[in-house]
């Protein structure tokens, strides 16, 4: 079974910069990748950024040149970096883990982001 264990988050005005990290932890972790996805109120969850083992990354286009995503392969752990918050950044944010079998998927608890003035 893995964990993902986040941390970071919290209120922010807007322009202002957060950053989140994930760690996965548990018996022979084998990741294809580790991502962020993002829910606001009466929202469906979605994407935000993700970074595959071999380094591609993908990102929403609402938060393209703001948002960085990095990691550690060796340390199971990816990190967000976000910078020029807006007040639509406001949202619960998780991380997302996946194996290398798509049905592997694990999940974070979630961390609020709330940017407000």
């Known amino acids: 079974q893995v964990q993902l264990v986040e941390s970071g988050g919290g209120s922010v005005q807007p322009g202002g910069s957060l950053s989140l990290s994930c760690t996965a932890s548990?018996?022979?972790?084998?990741?294809?990748?580790m991502g962020w996805y993002r829910q606001a109120p009466g929202k469906q969850r979605e994407l935000v950024a993700v970074?595959?083992?071999?380094?591609?990354?993908n990102y929403a286009d609402s938060v393209k040149g703001r948002f960085t995503i990095s990691g550690d392969n060796a340390k199971n752990t990816v990190y967000l970096q976000m910078r020029a918050l807006k007040p639509e950044d406001t949202a619960v944010y998780y991380c997302?883990?996946?194996?290398?079998?798509?049905?592997?998927?694990?999940w974070g608890q979630g961390t609020q982001v709330t940017v407000s003035s």
């Open positions: 970074k595959t083992s071999s380094l591609t990354t």
């Open positions: 548990g018996s022979r972790i084998s990741l294809y990748a």
């Open positions: 997302k883990a996946m194996g290398w079998d798509p049905s592997l998927v694990y």
